[in-house]
């Protein structure tokens, strides 16, 4: 989604930039850049901080339901980055493979950089352009990448934090948009209020 508004498919020479300064994507606090181009590596991060106070807008767009509400947003941050990588990923790919003279493989990389100025890991893979081949990408479904993403691995530490917020997303869209039904913002994981 994303990736297409910097390069229309095959028009830009690899290694070029996959969003510029003006993209959505920027302004939402994403960044993505290749940091090496032999051998390919992409590294993207979200400011934590930028992301979130754009979630109204990014609501508004339709990427989020229009039930992530202000106690939703607060009570999930990691759920909700978590999701816009889901979503946003495949576009990143397919704009670098589609680059004239893209590698045959590439590592790729997700970081967040949380209100205190740290740097968390996400996720890291390794995509090939044969498997990128294979997908259509007209008719491409979430979830379409997993099997075909090599080497995967998910920080543990952001996995349960996002499984942690999942659990409290799935209670409370169940029950509608009442802040009343999130935990408070400051319960660990598995508390009883």
């Given at each position: 989604?994303?990736?297409?508004?910097?390069?229309?498919?095959?028009?830009a020479?690899?290694?070029?930039?996959?969003?510029?300064?003006?993209?959505?994507?920027?302004?939402?606090?994403?960044?993505?850049?290749?940091?090496?181009?032999?051998?390919?590596?992409?590294?993207?991060?979200?400011?934590?901080?930028?992301?979130?106070?754009?979630?109204?807008?990014?609501?508004?767009?339709?990427?989020?339901?229009?039930?992530?509400?202000?106690?939703?947003?607060?009570?999930?941050?990691?759920?909700?980055?978590?999701?816009?990588?889901?979503?946003?990923?495949?576009?990143?790919?397919?704009?670098?493979?589609?680059?004239?003279?893209?590698?045959?493989?590439?590592?790729?990389t997700?970081s967040?950089?949380?209100?205190?100025?740290?740097?968390?890991?996400?996720?890291?893979?390794?995509?090939?352009?044969?498997?990128?081949?294979?997908?259509?990408?007209?008719?491409m479904?979430?979830?379409?990448?997993?099997?075909?993403?090599?080497?995967?691995?998910?920080?543990?530490?952001?996995?349960?934090?996002?499984?942690?917020?999942?659990?409290?997303?799935?209670?409370?869209?169940?029950?509608?948009?009442?802040?009343?039904?999130?935990?408070?913002?400051?319960?660990?994981?598995?508390?009883?209020?």
């Amino acid at each position: 989604m994303w990736a297409a508004t910097a390069h229309a498919a095959g028009t830009a020479s690899y290694p070029a930039p996959l969003t510029d300064a003006r993209s959505t994507a920027h302004a939402w606090g994403v960044e993505t850049r290749i940091t090496s181009a032999v051998p390919c590596r992409v590294a993207f991060g979200i400011n934590q901080t930028t992301f979130m106070a754009h979630v109204p807008e990014m609501v508004r767009a339709g990427l989020f339901s229009t039930q992530v509400t202000p106690a939703l947003r607060q009570a999930a941050p990691h759920y909700l980055m978590n999701a816009m990588q889901t979503d946003v990923t495949p576009g990143f790919v397919h704009a670098l493979f589609t680059q004239r003279g893209a590698p045959a493989r590439c590592h790729f990389t997700w970081s967040y950089t949380a209100p205190d100025g740290r740097s968390h890991p996400m996720l890291d893979f390794d995509f090939t352009r044969q498997a990128h081949d294979r997908i259509d990408w007209t008719h491409m479904e979430l979830g379409a990448m997993t099997s075909d993403m090599q080497n995967p691995v998910v920080d543990p530490i952001f996995d349960a934090l996002v499984n942690q917020e999942t659990v409290d997303v799935t209670i409370a869209l169940a029950h509608g948009p009442d802040p009343a039904d999130l935990p408070p913002p400051d319960q660990k994981p598995g508390m009883v209020p």
